[in-house]
């Protein structure tokens, strides 16, 4: 019994300590240096995925954009880039504008990705004034 509670303790120990250490940025810090290590795009996209689970938008584009400006290339840049459009649209405040831009510039760099359909169907229904 006394392991178990020895093993929780240190596990929330953890847990507050990675919370300071991605509020504080260094974590983004540590990725930004290390981007090149074994790991590290799917470390920054995860990360990504947890903030946006927890509806904070702002930090989950961060990471999102991250991945495809540091990997580009690679078929998880344009899910990193999709996803940070998608974190853009979700968030309050974001102009139609900034999204058309964002979305032609998803297809000119990813002519024939995964989402071309549901962005060009987003550029022309912000055209219109949808939302």
Do not use: C, W
Not at 11 to 22: I, K, N, P, R
Not at 32 to 43: S, V
Not at 91 to 115: C, D, F, M, T
Request: hydrophobic share 35%; charged share 20%; no cysteine.
């Amino acid at each position: 019994m006394k392991a178990i509670a020895i093993f929780f303790a240190l596990l929330m120990l953890g847990m507050v300590y990675f919370h300071e250490a991605l509020s504080s940025g260094k974590i983004l810090a540590y990725i930004d240096q290390h981007q090149k290590e074994r790991g590290m795009m799917r470390t920054t996209y995860y990360i990504g995925h947890g903030y946006n689970f927890m509806q904070d938008l702002q930090q989950a584009a961060t990471y999102y954009l991250r991945v495809a400006q540091r990997y580009p290339g690679v078929p998880m840049a344009e899910e990193g880039y999709f996803s940070y459009l998608q974190s853009l649209q979700d968030s309050a405040g974001v102009h139609r504008s900034r999204l058309i831009e964002g979305y032609q510039a998803y297809l000119e760099k990813y002519p024939n990705g995964k989402y071309v359909k549901i962005a060009q169907d987003r550029i022309d229904l912000y055209r219109t004034g949808g939302s």
